[in-house]
């Protein structure tokens, strides 16, 4: 029960803090995404017509229920939406603490330091507009996912709730929630199911658990590619609208154009997952010229070098077959980097996967990494404890020397997440205000629409001036948002 206790405090206390946030750096004014959702779908949001479209699975079914209660309810206030990612976000916090709940090795420390870091406000963007609360959702859901199947796998499939959670998770998920966000879960979902059920094939005599576990992973395979299938279809039926794209050549042709335009990207885009932009930025102008030059790659290269040792800690010491948690996560956000550099390279800028929009895709990877290195950290503690007798037998000298630079890597990884975290989200704290104030000049400078300059409508409310007039002049025609 104590320990109940302490793992649900940090994340209760993580919610409160974003709240607080969100009310320092935000204000109630529809910008940015909003006005295309407000052109698209006000004031009549319970027209079926406008739910009922080809490609409706793009659009993320779930949102028309929490625009129709926002406009109905609130007159259309984006801190609702502000809310809704916060307890989206909330609800990840949980399903890490309901996994450390069951994995006692996981210690009090190492919770404490990633909750600190999930609750990072290295997210700021995609947390203070409120349009992306369905992916912070998203990401949750995939936790949960990822959660259910690792206690699934632990208990050889013995709750029949593990079960049905996992034959309708993946259809309510992609179809209902997460959308555009579905790539790297499935893929990920599709990989572990194939993986357990060769494992369960190649390990031994049938038994009724292993048949069970079987037809488990076989069933949650079939409903996630048929949910994929689902989206895939609906994908196919939208047309997209890319602003400031600067090529239209394929992918492959680009890359053998300038391969290291790719290498840059990703570089920056794995750099930014532990400290922010702007803080790097800092470190680049405060450092000598050899340096600035690098310094990102090699913050980049430090951060890819983790993933590959968590990869090869969970082989090494065998976590999968304890836990397969900490795994998918790091595969999860090594996969949204590619998904992130596959959406956004035909904008031709190495640093445009630095957004904090990205944020909260990237860091399913970074909690991974750290989840691995607090299981392997406490396995070498458990061992330590060991007689020397014990020690003797089970220690090889060559293993003795490899553990000391494992446990070096691993505490350098986890001191640079958390003070390069503790660092953006002190900026991002000092910084709230001037956000809220500038937040404050775009909503007079929407409720002025009619006599605004265009320059002026496209830097506030950034977004092309005459979808910004038409926007507005939904919302005051309807006493909605700024006009209420």
């Known amino acids: 029960m104590k320990r109940r206790v302490f793992l649900g405090f940090p994340v209760i206390l993580g919610i409160l803090f974003y709240i607080w946030y969100i009310f320092h750096a935000s204000d109630n004014v529809a910008y940015s995404d909003y006005i295309r959702l ?11 017509a406008k739910f009922f479209v080809p490609d409706i699975l793009t659009r993320v079914p779930i949102t028309y229920l929490g625009r129709i209660i926002n406009v109905k309810l609130f007159g259309y206030n984006t801190y609702f939406d502000m809310i809704l990612g916060v307890l989206s976000l909330g609800a990840g916090a949980a399903v890490l603490a309901l996994y450390a709940e069951r994995n006692r090795s996981v210690g009090y420390l190492s919770f404490l330091l990633i909750q600190f870091v999930y609750f990072s406000l290295n997210k700021w963007e995609m947390m203070t507009n409120g349009t ?4 912070t959702l998203s990401i949750s859901g995939f936790l949960f996912h990822f ?9 050889r499939c013995r709750n029949m709730s593990d079960r049905v959670l996992l034959a309708i998770l993946p ?33 031994g005599a049938e038994t009724s658990s292993r048949s069970w576990c079987r037809r488990t992973w076989c069933i949650g395979a079939l409903t996630t590619v048929l949910a994929m299938v689902l989206y895939l279809w609906s994908n196919s039926q939208a047309v997209y609208v890319h602003r400031g794209a600067v090529t239209d050549v394929s992918i492959a042709q680009e890359f053998a154009a300038q391969p290291l335009f790719f290498l840059r990207f990703l570089l920056k885009a794995v750099a930014s997952s532990v400290i922010g932009v702007a803080q790097i930025q800092e470190l680049e102008a405060g450092s000598p ?3 600035r030059l690098h310094l990102v790659y090699l913050l980049g290269l430090a951060v890819f070098v983790s993933y590959l040792l968590a990869l090869y800690l969970n082989v090494r010491f065998q976590l999968y077959k304890k836990t397969i948690f900490p795994l998918l996560l790091v595969l999860s956000g090594g996969c949204n980097h590619l998904l992130v550099l596959a959406a956004r390279w035909i904008f031709l800028k190495d640093e445009y996967g630095m957004s904090s929009r990205y944020e909260i895709q990237y860091q399913m990877g970074i909690v991974g990494i750290l989840l691995t290195f607090a299981l392997v950290w406490s396995m070498c503690r458990e061992k330590t404890q060991e007689t020397e007798a014990d020690k003797a ?8 020397a490899v553990r000391t630079p494992l446990k070096v890597c691993m505490l350098a990884f986890t001191v640079l997440t958390v003070l390069g975290n503790a660092w953006t989200t002190r900026a991002e704290i000092r910084t709230a205000p001037y956000r809220k104030a500038y937040l404050q000049v775009s909503r007079e400078l929407g409720r ?4 605004a300059s265009d320059e002026d409508l496209e830097t506030y409310l950034h977004n092309d001036p005459d979808a910004v007039r038409d926007a507005m002049r939904i919302l005051e025609e309807n006493h909605l948002n700024i006009f209420r």
């Open 147 to 155: 959660a259910v199947l690792d206690h699934a796998a632990a208990t």
């Open 132 to 135: 992306g609360w369905v992916c």
């Open 393 to 400: 037998k089970t220690r090889a000298p060559e293993k003795r």
């Open 289 to 291: 010229w050899f340096v």
């Open 171 to 203: 259809i309510l998920l992609v179809v209902l929630v997460a959308g555009p966000y579905s790539g790297g879960y499935a893929v990920i979902l599709v990989l572990a199911y194939g993986a357990l059920w060769l494992a369960d094939r190649r390990g």
């Open 38 to 48: 407000v052109n698209s779908y006000l004031p009549d949001v319970t027209n079926p």
């Open 448 to 451: 002025n629409y009619r006599t």
